[in-house]
């Protein structure tokens, strides 16, 4: 049987590249297309490197770990370790998958002339074979997360939550928000999202009325016994969203928060409530933001 080198590298060049589109989807990774043409390059070169070797060594499992992170750092950058593993396990669950459609498409076609060297499946069966199982394989697990994803319902995102501060109670409802990793960067105190409007029984109404003038260190609006009773409890929060990359919150300590999710209740000291000087929608749905990352700890 004959095997052409540049067959077996614009085949893998395909298999790579749909899973590392797919990877990205799945991931909300920005696709940029010559990063991921050269990651599945770089996958495509060691498939050949696997097959014409004799060497052992290209099929020890830390140079493929070792390969999995270049290929991901290729087509990704991940900036943290948290995100390097998460990116590396949904590329690996999508290898699978796409490996296990590839496996059963062929099984169907039934190749006259099939091999299998240094791990590498090789054989005389037609170029769309391989882009078909692709394919198949990405509408599957696009599909699967698409429904996995629906079935977590509203309710999962929303708690009940009690704030106490200055011996007074707040009670609303807030959104679980997985984009709020917000913390207090000296302390490094987890921050949860109010509407300033709910902590008027419980703060001055100069204080909360005039967040933008705190920021910018304008305290004139400010009566003095009110600044010398606040002054060293406001914390400044920095933080970024889409449209504001450098933003600020003023922020204070609250004495105790409860959260209540699923007839299930937590308590929470040294909690910080930034003060957000708006409205968070527009019907009330929810009045406050809180980390998946505090629900979690």
Not at 19 to 25: S, Y
Request: hydrophobic fraction near 50%; charge should be positive; glycine fraction near 6%.
């Amino acid at each position: 049987m004959t095997i052409y080198i540049d067959v077996v590298f614009f085949e893998n060049l395909i298999m790579n590249t749909i899973i590392l589109i797919a990877t990205g989807i799945i991931l909300k990774q920005k696709i940029k297309w010559i990063r991921i043409i050269l990651a599945g390059s770089l996958g495509a070169i060691y498939s050949i490197m696997t097959y014409i070797s004799t060497l052992q060594i290209y099929s020890n499992l830390i140079l493929k770990i070792i390969l999995s992170i270049l290929i991901i750092y290729i087509a990704y950058n991940p900036q943290t370790v948290k995100q390097l593993w998460k990116s590396i396990l949904i590329f690996y669950l999508t290898s699978f998958v796409f490996g296990g459609a590839a496996f059963a498409l062929i099984y169907i076609v039934k190749p006259q002339e099939i091999l299998m060297k240094n791990g590498l499946f090789l054989g005389t069966y037609p170029l769309k074979t391989v882009i078909l199982a692709a394919v198949v394989a990405f509408i599957i697990l696009i599909t699967a997360f698409t429904i996995v994803k629906s079935k977590i319902s509203k309710k999962d995102m929303f708690c009940e939550i009690e704030v106490e501060l200055n011996n007074k109670i707040i009670e609303t409802k807030a959104m679980i928000d997985t984009g709020n990793l917000l913390k207090e960067p000296i302390t490094n105190t987890p921050v949860i999202i109010l509407e300033h409007t709910l902590l008027y029984d419980c703060m001055p109404k100069e204080i909360l009325n005039n967040l933008e003038n705190i920021l910018g260190g304008d305290f004139e609006q400010i009566p003095e016994k009110i600044k010398q009773e606040y002054i060293a409890k406001l914390k400044l929060i920095p933080f970024s969203s889409l449209g504001k990359q450098n933003g600020m919150l003023v922020g204070i300590k609250a004495s105790k928060v409860k959260i209540v999710q699923e007839e299930q209740e937590n308590e929470y000291e040294n909690i910080i409530i930034g003060i957000y000087n708006k409205s968070l929608t527009k019907r009330g749905e929810y009045r406050a933001l809180i980390g998946l990352e505090l629900l979690n700890s």
